[in-house]
C-alpha cells in the first residue's frame, strides 16, 4: 500500500512572513549578499522575495534535484546543472525553501564554493531539526517529532498529483480520492482542483 505523509499546506502568507524573517535576520548580521543563488525548482521563488526585500539585483541559479515522498523513493539528491553565473569573489546567499534531509543545500554549498566567492552563507523559509545540514539563516525550524510534507504554493499542482496517485490505491474515484486526502494528509482539497488533475492521475 502506499505511504501517504501528513501534509502542510503552506499559503502565500506564511511565504511573505517567512521572506520578512530571513531578510530581517541577514540585514541584522549586516551580511547582505552580492549574489544569490536560487536552487531550482523549489528555492526560485524564495531567492527572488529575498532578492527584492535585501536589494540584491543578481540571481543565479543552480539545479538541485531531490527525489522525496511525493517523487521517486530513494530520496538521493543530486545537482543537475551547474551555476548559471560565476561567483568568483561574490559575497553569496544560497537559497532553498526546506532543508528536509540537507542534502540538496549540502550539495549546492559545496559547489559554490568551488566557484571561488568571497563568503557563502545558506538561507531557507523552513529547517527540520534532523536535517544534516543546518543553513545559516531559516525562518522557522520543525522538531524531527512534528516532521510534515510541507506543500509549498509552487509546487501544490506537483504534489497533489504525486498524493492523488497515490491515494487511489485506498479507493478509486474523485470522491474517495479526496476522502483519503482528507483523512490521511489531512489536506482538505477542493473537489475542483482533483477534476482539473484528472487527465494526470489514474482516479478509475
Same mark, same amino acid.
Given at each position: 500500500?502506499?505511504d501517504?505523509?501528513?501534509c502542510?499546506?503552506?499559503?502565500w502568507?506564511?511565504?511573505?512572513?517567512?521572506?520578512d &524573517?530571513?531578510?530581517?535576520?541577514v540585514?541584522?548580521?549586516?551580511?547582505?549578499p552580492?549574489?544569490?543563488?536560487?536552487?531550482? &525548482?523549489?528555492?526560485?521563488?524564495?531567492? &527572488?522575495?529575498?532578492?527584492?526585500?535585501?536589494?540584491?539585483?543578481?540571481?543565479?541559479?543552480l539545479? @538541485?534535484?531531490?527525489?522525496?515522498?511525493? @517523487?521517486?523513493?530513494?530520496?538521493a539528491?543530486?545537482?543537475?546543472?551547474?551555476l548559471?553565473?560565476?561567483?568568483?569573489?561574490?559575497?553569496?546567499?544560497?537559497?532553498? %525553501?526546506?532543508?528536509?534531509?540537507?542534502?540538496?543545500?549540502?550539495?549546492?554549498? %559545496?559547489?559554490?564554493?568551488?566557484?571561488?566567492?568571497?563568503?557563502?552563507?545558506?538561507?531557507?523559509?523552513?529547517?527540520?531539526?534532523?536535517?544534516?545540514?543546518?543553513?545559516?539563516?531559516?525562518?522557522?525550524?520543525?522538531? &524531527?517529532?512534528?516532521?510534515?510534507?510541507?506543500?509549498?504554493?509552487?509546487?501544490?499542482?506537483?504534489?497533489?498529483? @504525486?498524493?492523488? @496517485?497515490?491515494?487511489?490505491?485506498?479507493?478509486?474515484?474523485? %470522491?474517495?480520492?479526496?476522502?483519503?486526502?482528507?483523512?490521511?494528509?489531512?489536506?482538505?482539497?477542493?473537489?475542483?482542483?482533483?477534476?482539473?488533475?484528472?487527465?494526470?492521475?489514474?482516479?478509475?
Open positions: 500500500m502506499a501517504l505523509p501528513r502542510r499546506l503552506a499559503t502568507a506564511d511565504v511573505d512572513g517567512w521572506a &524573517r530571513v531578510a530581517a535576520e540585514r541584522a548580521r549586516s551580511a547582505v552580492g549574489t544569490i543563488v536560487g536552487l531550482t &525548482r523549489g528555492g526560485w521563488v524564495p531567492a &527572488r522575495l529575498l532578492c527584492d526585500r535585501l536589494g540584491v539585483r543578481r540571481l543565479v541559479s539545479r @538541485a534535484q531531490h527525489w522525496g515522498v511525493t @517523487a521517486t523513493p530513494t530520496g539528491a543530486q545537482l543537475t546543472e551547474g548559471s553565473g560565476p561567483v568568483t569573489g561574490q559575497q553569496v546567499l544560497v537559497v532553498d %525553501d526546506i532543508t528536509d534531509t540537507g542534502e540538496s543545500m549540502a550539495l549546492a554549498v %559545496d559547489h559554490v564554493r568551488a566557484g571561488g566567492p568571497s563568503r557563502v552563507e545558506s538561507a531557507v523559509f523552513l529547517h527540520i531539526t534532523h536535517a544534516a545540514f543546518a543553513p545559516t539563516y531559516f525562518a522557522e525550524e520543525i522538531p &524531527r517529532d512534528a516532521w510534515v510534507w510541507v506543500v509549498f504554493p509552487w509546487n501544490y499542482w506537483e504534489d497533489l498529483i @504525486a498524493l492523488s @496517485a497515490r491515494a487511489v490505491e485506498f479507493g478509486s474515484g474523485i %470522491d474517495r480520492v479526496r476522502a483519503t486526502l482528507r483523512e490521511r494528509c489531512g489536506l482538505n482539497v477542493p473537489r475542483s482542483d482533483l477534476e482539473k488533475i484528472a487527465p494526470n492521475v489514474p482516479f478509475g
